[in-house]
């Protein structure tokens, strides 16, 4: 009775990045800390934070940089994972992403005084998304 | 009887329309294949989105389990339920152009109708125009207009969707919110949009945004899930995000929607220009024929008459 595999669906606003793909498990970045999503997991809802989500696609195992949004696990064994942006590794400019986040974490620290909260928030979610990015292409 | 000169310019003149409404459809049809996916692409997220929220706050408002929760209200600003100065705000979503056959004037008259309705109900309507065709409609019938915005495009979709949630939701909460005191309170937000259905269908759409309801919940979901952290922070996380993304789902629809409503009236206004060309040259000919037979006919009289 007790299923092995659980199905993942990675849904943006830019279009699916993923749909149901039976993945043995999952792990992700919430908002109360890395947790793990195994099969037979309970109904369960949680934010999900920039991060690395990595599973396990058949023989290969794979990493994808997520901006914010949050997780539902269904009754019927599913996964979905709904995020403002997501990046497989293969689409993430690493280099270009280092330089970005140099550049808005010195912003950060130098000009914390003269920027708004709305800009500061726009600034620690971006630095935020970078770090994800960063983090998923490096294994 | 109109002479040959006439239906000669009239002909080139229908010629010359038929090249720019042909070439406007082919740059339609061009960028339709992107905006119809992008609209497609969005929908998992937005509809999943707006399930969740929907079966927590339809968890709410039932009172089921936790009694305290029975007034949805309490555990969230935007799930108010408001009676304070009847007014509402219309967030009325059309495209910058025209050209486009009946997609901004549908919407345009549903959006009439609508205010008119409202108005009988003793309710003051004020809209928040997005999109240039929707703002010259009601300027002039003298409609209150907060705040106007252009019309989205694919690549500023999801920052102006932002922009727009944001302001409907300080006006929502109070009209103070970011300093904007310019924006009015407002009971209720309403969001008028072309559905996009398929290509040649638009369907003009008023949903209501603000205090946030489940859409029809189809959850047979009657055990709740495990929420962490509780519902009400989770609350206070998801239904900005969801505000916003109904927005942004809406603006995905009126995108593709423009562009598929332009593809099909350029389309048939092609096809038209094609059909009175043909009829235009038919009577040319004729006409040219007929002038040539008198011609002929005047001669021959001329000829018979020196000789007589």
């Known amino acids: 009775m007790a299923d092995t595999t659980i199905?993942?669906?990675?849904?943006?606003?830019?279009?699916?990045?993923?749909?149901?793909?039976?993945?043995?498990?999952?792990?992700?970045?919430?908002?109360?800390?890395?947790?793990?999503?195994?099969?037979?997991?309970?109904?369960?809802?949680?934010?999900?934070?920039?991060?690395?989500?990595r599973f396990r696609?058949?023989?290969?195992?794979?990493?994808?940089?997520?901006?914010?949004?949050?997780?539902?696990?269904?009754?019927?064994?599913?996964?979905?994972?709904?995020?403002?942006?997501?990046?497989?590794?293969?689409?993430?400019?690493?280099?270009?992403?280092?330089?970005?986040?140099?550049?808005?974490?010195?912003?950060?620290?130098?000009?914390?005084?003269?920027?708004?909260?709305a800009e500061h928030r726009k600034l620690v979610t971006e630095q935020g998304w970078l770090e994800a990015q960063i983090r998923a292409t490096q294994p | 009887?109109?002479?040959l000169k006439e239906i000669r310019s009239r002909?080139?003149?229908?010629?010359?329309?038929?090249?720019?409404?042909?070439?406007?459809?082919?740059?339609?049809?061009?960028?339709?294949?992107?905006?119809?996916?992008?609209?497609?692409?969005?929908?998992?997220?937005?509809?999943?989105?707006?399930?969740?929220?929907?079966?927590?706050?339809?968890?709410?408002?039932g009172g089921e389990?936790?009694?305290?929760?029975?007034?949805?209200?309490?555990?969230?600003?935007?799930?108010?339920?408001?009676?304070?100065?009847?007014?509402?705000?219309?967030?009325?979503?059309?495209?910058?152009?025209?050209?486009?056959?009946?997609f901004n004037a549908n919407l345009n008259r549903a959006v009439g109708t609508f205010i008119r309705k409202e108005r009988e109900a003793g309710n003051d309507v004020v809209l928040l125009t997005v999109g240039k065709k929707g703002r010259g409609f009601?300027?002039?019938?003298?409609?209150?207009?907060?705040?106007?915005?252009?019309?989205?495009?694919?690549?500023?979709?999801?920052?102006?969707?932002?922009?727009?949630?944001?302001e409907v939701m300080a006006m929502f909460t109070g009209g103070k919110e970011g300093g904007d005191t310019d924006l009015p309170q407002v009971d209720k937000v309403y969001f008028a949009y072309n559905y996009f259905k398929n290509v040649l269908t638009q369907l003009p759409?008023?949903?209501?945004?603000?205090?946030?309801?489940?859409?029809?919940?189809?959850?047979d979901e009657r055990v709740l899930p495990v929420l962490?952290?509780?519902?009400?922070?989770?609350?206070?996380?998801?239904l900005p995000i969801a505000v916003e993304s109904r927005l942004q789902q809406a603006f995905f629809n009126s995108v593709a929607g423009e562009i598929a409503a332009r593809r099909t009236a350029m389309d048939s206004a092609s096809d038209n220009a094609t059909q009175l060309i043909r009829e235009l040259t038919l009577f040319y000919n004729r006409e040219r024929q007929a002038a040539i037979t008198k011609e002929l006919l005047e001669i021959i009289g001329g000829a018979e008459a020196l000789k007589g």
């Open chain 2, 65 to 102: 389990g936790e009694g305290e929760a029975g007034e949805a209200g309490a555990a969230h600003p935007l799930l108010l339920k408001r009676s304070g100065n009847g007014r509402v705000v219309i967030v009325h979503i059309t495209a910058d152009r025209g050209l486009a056959g009946g």
């Open chain 1, 7 to 53: 199905q993942l669906d990675i849904l943006t606003p830019l279009g699916p990045k993923r749909h149901g793909v039976v993945v043995p498990g999952v792990e992700v970045p919430g908002l109360l800390g890395e947790l793990g999503v195994l099969p037979e997991h309970v109904p369960f809802i949680t934010p999900v934070v920039p991060g690395v989500v």
């Open chain 2, 205 to 219: 759409k008023i949903e209501q945004l603000l205090p946030f309801e489940s859409r029809e919940v189809v959850n």
């Open chain 2, 138 to 166: 009601f300027q002039h019938s003298g409609q209150k207009l907060v705040r106007h915005h252009d019309a989205p495009t694919l690549a500023d979709l999801v920052v102006k969707a932002k922009m727009v949630a944001a």
């Open chain 2, 228 to 238: 962490e952290p509780g519902r009400d922070a989770l609350l206070g996380h998801l």
């Open chain 2, 11 to 61: 002909i080139t003149s229908v010629k010359n329309t038929r090249k720019i409404t042909s070439a406007m459809s082919r740059i339609a049809a061009a960028r339709l294949i992107k905006a119809q996916q992008a609209a497609m692409g969005a929908r998992p997220y937005g509809e999943r989105l707006d399930q969740v929220v929907g079966s927590l706050v339809a968890s709410l408002g």
């Open chain 2, 1 to 3: 009887m109109a002479n």
């Open chain 1, 57 to 117: 696609d058949g023989g290969e195992s794979v990493r994808i940089a997520v901006g914010a949004g949050f997780l539902e696990v269904t009754r019927d064994n599913r996964v979905v994972i709904l995020v403002e942006r997501a990046l497989e590794v293969s689409e993430i400019d690493a280099n270009k992403a280092r330089e970005d986040l140099k550049r808005v974490s010195a912003e950060l620290s130098h000009e914390l005084g003269s920027i708004d909260a």
